[in-house]
């Protein structure tokens, strides 16, 4: 008899839960030098891996699946789908945002004291995102079309913010091979499906290091706000709203769409994409977290590498359910603390502009604060405010990820049952973390 190997996701639960210790014992003894110096650089080398593979991993994944649909209308009408339900969802989670913080008002109980000790505190951060969301404003109304055009493949694939630029191209390149006779084409279909079992093996020995990344970066990220225990209190009751509306994305939303529109028992579902759902929560960053997720959505739930390889890395960029319920929120919160009443069309204008910009909100750590300044600007509330909820952001932009991830999960396999591209038996998958082609 054979020894069951540990699941992926009860060894990461494992290197969190002794992050965790790892972290508290350091700051009660006094040892955060040496886990600043010792420790915490693991958790980067491990982020530094996952970014390292996910340019190629999304080029040659959605030029695969693309390049393997029969014909262009099929990847109109799969394109239509994904775009559409990110949409919706997003839309969801900016209401239920909007709902939540003005049902349970966080701003009103905020101290006067504390909300000047924060302004003071983190001044030169809003003032660094203001210059940035100011770039931002500038810009034409279409530029958003223009910076998903790169002028240069390779400028855009060392930077792994231009996620958007590497999916169009990739998108290009596709499609050109569908239009092309197959003898044209097969030595470059067999290039394609190399590099694919080669990154994918990449992805195994990453991943054999993901329990280890993940104690560090916990470790690290606890000793970091050691001194700020007086800032979560005060904190509290926006961080909550934040994380009921979260919660509401995960245990609510998507479990009623999959309910709707697929076979999928949403306990299974969770319990087969929750390695990745554990690794986005570590990393905040749903971009590092797409090699994981490809891996549980089609070797474990069972929806089809030419689906898959398109909705999830289009998901990265475009969707960002957390993001959007989160700037929701904290515009509100923010507004509630000053004073700036907010009436219905400002309301709806938060909705809109929160749509659009988590469109364009980089799948990175933080990334979502300068689109945050964009949508308090949209409504006239006071962007210095920005720093009453910077010091707790970190910890709250590892839960939005989770919900960026399961709701990318959440699409592909809407949309891969749409399509009959949905191989779910929750028997016959496999449980282990091993990528089988």
């Known amino acids: 008899m054979t020894k069951k190997k540990m699941p992926l996701y009860v060894k990461i639960l494992i290197g969190m839960a002794l992050g965790a210790v790892a972290g508290l014992l350091a700051v009660k003894m006094g040892w955060d030098e040496f886990t600043f110096n010792w420790i915490k650089p693991w958790g980067a080398i491990f982020l530094n891996l996952l970014k390292l593979i996910a340019v190629p991993l999304i080029f040659v994944s959605l030029v695969k699946g693309i390049s393997s649909l029969s014909n262009i209308s099929k990847l109109s009408r799969i394109g239509f789908k994904t775009i559409s339900l990110y949409v919706l969802s997003t839309v969801i989670a900016v209401s239920f945002g909007l709902i939540l913080v003005n049902t349970i008002q966080p701003g009103n109980t905020f101290p006067e004291e504390k909300k000047i000790e924060l302004q003071e505190k983190f001044h030169s951060t809003v003032d660094l995102k203001k210059d940035q969301a100011?770039?931002?404003?500038?810009?034409?109304?279409?530029?958003?079309?223009?910076?998903?055009?790169p002028s240069n493949f390779f400028m855009a694939a060392s930077d792994n913010t231009k996620m958007?630029?590497?999916?169009?191209?990739?998108?290009?390149?596709?499609?050109?091979?569908?239009?092309?006779?197959?003898?044209?084409i097969i030595v470059v279909r067999d290039f394609f499906n190399g590099i694919d079992a080669i990154i994918l093996k990449i992805i195994d020995l990453?991943?054999?290091?993901?329990?280890?990344?993940?104690?560090?970066?916990?470790?690290?990220?606890?000793?970091?706000?050691?001194g700020d225990v007086d800032l979560f209190a005060a904190l509290g009751l926006y961080a909550i709203t934040v994380i009921l509306g979260l919660l509401v994305m995960i245990f609510v939303i998507y479990p009623l769409f999959l309910r709707l529109f697929?076979?999928?028992?949403?306990?299974?579902?969770?319990?087969?994409?929750?390695?990745?759902?554990?690794?986005?929560?570590?990393?905040?960053?749903?971009?590092?977290?797409?090699?994981?997720?490809?891996?549980?959505?089609?070797?474990h739930l069972g929806v089809a590498n030419e689906v898959a390889s398109f909705v999830l890395p289009v998901g990265v960029t475009i969707n960002m359910d957390g993001t959007s319920c989160y700037q929701a929120i904290a515009a509100v919160f923010i507004a509630q603390v000053f004073g700036v009443p907010l009436d219905i069309y400002d309301q709806l204008l938060i909705v809109l502009t929160a749509t659009l910009a988590s469109i364009g909100t980089p799948g990175i750590p933080g990334g979502s604060i300068v689109m945050l300044i964009i949508v308090l600007s949209s409504v006239g509330i006071p962007v210095e405010g920005l720093a009453l909820i910077l010091g707790i952001d970190r910890p709250l932009d590892m839960l939005r990820t989770v919900v960026n991830v399961t709701g990318d999960a959440t699409v592909a396999t809407i949309v891969a049952q749409s399509e009959g591209k949905l191989n779910y038996n929750p028997e016959l998958i496999p449980q282990t973390v091993e990528v089988k082609k």
């Open 134 to 149: 100011a770039k931002v404003k500038e810009e034409t109304p279409l530029q958003f079309f223009v910076d998903m055009v």
């Open 164 to 184: 958007l630029q590497i999916i169009f191209f990739a998108i290009l390149f596709g499609i050109a091979m569908v239009l092309l006779e197959e003898k044209q």
């Open 206 to 226: 990453i991943m054999a290091f993901a329990p280890y990344g993940v104690f560090a970066l916990i470790a690290g990220l606890i000793v970091d706000f050691s």
């Open 262 to 299: 697929t076979p999928v028992s949403y306990r299974d579902f969770y319990k087969k994409i929750s390695p990745a759902q554990l690794l986005a929560f570590s990393t905040s960053s749903s971009a590092a977290t797409l090699p994981l997720t490809l891996d549980r959505v089609e070797n």
